[in-house]
């Protein structure tokens, strides 16, 4: 039973505008949800994190928004760049600290 | 480059056989921890060590093992092996086993081992 779901595989946006990848989880008892990133041939390196206690986390071009009454994740991007074309992980922790990743969102920015 | 190194990076076998995957955390990471990325799956979490002991198990079959050495480094043995054990398998390293406080502590990945069993 999948925990985590991106719904959507891949993602196509034009250099410039926002990018908006989604993601959804079952369970209440999970207090940290994460972002990674992966590029083709490399391991995912981290993006962004939000705790279960806030519904905002911003970094530069990166924002994440927790709705905990939809149990929904997002992660905006803006304004998204070609550096940006990678495959997206969503994540949660749970509370004995085991991570469950999402099967991932290919985001193409387009020129 | 996350510091976190892993060999070899392709590794082709036949199944039945046994491989033994190697990876080196961070200098200063005590937690290694390993995933399976199938085809059409996302990350699996199979196994994490800290500091020499198994810390908590995830997916993980019987057919495979794993451990962490006094230097920190660790390994990841399959057996027997099966076409469906086809799939990149990363290891991460973190500072940690448990976060304290209210901080996430980021796991650092490696860049993969792609096993392919023919």
């Known amino acids: 039973d999948q925990q985590v779901k991106q719904n959507s595989p891949s993602l196509s946006v034009q250099e410039g505008r926002i990018s908006i990848l989604n993601c959804d989880y079952t369970?209440?008892?999970?207090?940290?949800f994460l972002w990674y990133k992966k590029y083709p041939a490399e391991g995912p390196t981290f993006l962004i994190s939000i705790s279960s206690i806030k519904d905002k986390n911003e970094d530069g071009r990166f924002t994440v928004f927790l709705n905990k009454s939809a149990k929904h994740l997002s992660l905006h991007i803006v304004p998204s760049q070609p550096g940006d074309s990678a495959v997206y992980f969503c994540?949660?922790?749970?509370?004995?600290?085991?991570?469950?990743f999402g099967k991932g969102t290919r985001l193409h920015i387009l020129p | 480059d996350s510091g976190v190194t892993q060999t070899p990076k392709h590794l082709i076998t036949a199944t039945g056989q046994r491989v033994t995957l190697r990876c080196s955390p961070r200098?200063?990471?005590?937690?290694v921890y390993w995933y399976q990325q199938s085809l059409d799956q996302g990350l699996q979490f199979l196994i994490q060590?800290?500091?020499?002991?198994?810390?908590a198990k995830g997916n993980i079959l019987e057919r495979f093992s794993a451990q962490q050495f006094p230097d920190l480094h660790s390994e990841l043995n399959l057996s027997s092996l099966e076409l469906g054990d086809s799939a990149l398998y990363f290891c991460?390293?973190?500072?940690?086993?448990?976060?304290?406080?209210?901080?996430?502590?980021?796991?650092?990945f490696g860049p993969g081992t792609r096993l392919t069993v023919l």
């Open positions: 994540a949660v922790r749970r509370r004995d600290d085991k991570i469950i």
């Open positions: 060590y800290y500091n020499g002991e198994e810390r």
């Open positions: 200098s200063g990471d005590l937690s």
């Open positions: 369970n209440s008892m999970f207090d940290y």
């Open positions: 991460a390293s973190s500072v940690v086993s448990r976060a304290s406080g209210s901080s996430y502590n980021e796991q650092f």
